[in-house]
Structure formats: C-alpha cells, structure tokens
C-alpha cells in the first residue's frame, strides 16, 4: 500500500461526486412501481456505488501499487481496472437494455469489455516499457472493435424501436463512444504510458472527469425520462 499524493484531492471529489450521483438516482427510482422500468434504476444505481468504493479505496491509498518500470517507479492506481471490470458491462448492458437489442448482443460487448479492461489492467502492471504499449494496443483494438459492433447492433436494433427510445439510444451511444475512446488517449499519455506527458495530478483530474460524465452523466440521461423508459418496457 502507497501513500497518495497531490492527486487525491481529484479522487476525493471522485468519491464525493460518484456518492452524490447514487444518491440521485436511487432518489428518482423511489416511486417507480413498473418492475421493467426498475431494471434501469438497479443497474444505474451501481454503476456510481461501485465507483464510490473504488474512487474512496485509492484516496485512502488501498488502491494504489508502485510498479518499478525500467528503473522507474510509476503510482498506478490499479483499483481503477476493478470499477471499470463491473461498471463498464452495466453501462453496455443499460444502452443495450434501452436498445431492445438481443441477448448476444449482449454477450459480445460485455466479452469485448472484459477483455478491454484485463489487457489494460495487465498493461498497467507489466515490467517493460514496450510490453505495457504492446497491451495497450491489444485493449485498444477491443475498444475499437466493441464500439464498432456496438454501432452495427444498435442500428440492427433501430426497427424495433419507437422513435423517441431511438433518439435517446442515439444520443447515449454518442456520448458514450466520445467518452471512451478518450481512456486510451489519457493511458497512454499519462503515467501509465511512461512517456510521462500527462503528469499523474492532471492524469488523476481526467479520468475522474471521464468518470463521472461517463457514469452519473450518462445515467442522469438515461433516467431522465421516465416516458421514454416506459416505452421500452411496454413494446418488448
Ligand atoms: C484502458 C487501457 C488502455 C487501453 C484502453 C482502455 C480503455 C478504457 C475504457 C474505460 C472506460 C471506462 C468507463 C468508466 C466509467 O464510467 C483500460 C484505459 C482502450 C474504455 C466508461
């Protein structure tokens, strides 16, 4: 276990936001009695929970290894990965949910994620400058190709939707293709790289902006129409 630096300010404000954006949306799922409708509420209701955990274990310092890379010590914060490994499915299950799109559909992206975020997580931790880029490329290309094969499904899905849970399926797979391709951008970039152009405070300032618009951002959309999600459970 490390201490953390400068940096836990932002992953203070991490905990703090991700708490506050459960709190919401288990506020707005209150009074909702439709048991189809509540499957949205349940699984956007975790995706900050866990995020909260994870964001208060690496401000407290449990999160976060020393990995000695070429005689370098870098601060990686692995308890990043372990988010990403539950919240990132729960988000492609939420838009697939929303979508109407099929069950293996369903399996392909979530498969493609967890592969996304083990080769990242291994890249993290591996010894070797090179090999850390070699596997960066490997969750790279998942990241490509899931985004890609989200794209072509959501589309094959379109005709079995209303218009109006089109348009929001629309407006969240944008947000979320936008906001994901920038987690590669900012890794290799930052400490993880080990090029070292992002500094680990700035690094730390991102993802918990990427974070947060990714998880509480996305969930405020998603659940703030409550016509649209009602659409959803009743054309099934
Ligand atoms: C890693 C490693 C380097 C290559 C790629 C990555 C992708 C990460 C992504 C994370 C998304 C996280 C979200 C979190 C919470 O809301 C793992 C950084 C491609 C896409 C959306």
């Not at 967890?114 to 010894?127: E, R």
């Not at 590669?184 to 993880?192: D, K």
């Amino acid at each position: 276990m490390a201490t953390p630096g400068s940096e836990s300010i932002w992953l203070w404000i991490g905990t703090i936001g991700m708490t506050l954006g459960m709190l919401g949306f288990i506020a707005r799922g209150w009074g909702v009695s439709d048991e189809e409708q509540q499957r949205f509420y349940v699984l956007t209701i975790f995706i900050p929970a866990t995020a909260a955990v994870a964001y208060f274990s690496m401000a407290t310092g449990f999160g976060l290894a020393e990995i000695e890379v070429a005689g370098q010590v870098l601060d990686i914060y692995w308890a990043r990965y372990a988010d990403w490994l539950i919240t990132t499915p729960l988000l492609l299950i939420d838009l697939a949910l929303l979508a109407q799109a099929s069950r293996n559909t369903i399996y392909t992206l979530v498969g493609l994620d967890v592969l996304m975020i083990v080769t990242g997580l291994i890249g993290a931790l591996a010894a070797t400058p090179a090999i850390r880029i070699v596997w960066w490329g490997i969750s790279t290309a998942l990241l490509l190709f899931l985004l890609y094969f989200l794209v072509q499904s959501l589309n094959e899905a379109a005709s079995r939707q209303t218009e109006s849970v089109r348009s929001l399926t629309t407006t969240l797979r944008n947000m979320l293709i936008v906001l994901w391709l920038a987690y590669p951008v900012v890794w290799i970039l930052g400490t993880e790289g080990t090029i070292g152009l992002i500094p680990l405070y700035v690094e730390t300032a991102a993802f918990m902006v990427l974070d947060l618009t990714a998880k509480v951002g996305f969930g405020f959309v998603l659940l703030r129409s409550h016509s649209v999600l009602d659409e959803v459970a009743h054309t099934e």
